[in-house]
């Protein structure tokens, strides 16, 4: 269990050690979801990684990209990924 202080935007810190074993990266995307006194945060599966579309996903690894993405991955033959990220 982790205790984390809420700043005053509202945001919270998720510890490195749970963000490692879910995979969390920044610019991902959490589903937050409220339940009676519980927050849930999950990965949100339903979209793409990429640029948060919903549609047309397939499984990247242990995220989901939209087949335009893959689109545009495989048209930039292996371009620089970051490179890729900052045109969008
Ligand atoms: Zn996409």
């Known amino acids: 269990m982790a205790y ?3 700043d005053k935007k509202g945001k919270i810190t998720i510890p ?3 963000r490692k074993s879910y995979d969390i ?3 991902d995307r959490l589903k937050v979801e409220f ?3 519980n927050i849930r945060l999950s990965n949100s599966v339903d979209c ?3 640029c948060g579309c919903k549609a047309m996903l ?3 690894g242990k995220k989901y990209i939209c087949e335009i993405c893959r689109r545009k991955i495989i ?3 292996h371009a620089d ?3 890729f990220i900052n045109t969008e």
């Open 48 to 50: 793409c990684a990429l």
């Open 58 to 60: 397939l499984r990247f």
């Open 35 to 37: 339940k009676g006194k």
């Open 75 to 77: 048209a930039s033959k």
């Open 4 to 6: 984390r202080k809420v």
């Open 16 to 18: 490195v050690e749970i």
């Open 25 to 27: 990266r920044y610019g």
């Open 81 to 83: 990924y970051l490179e």
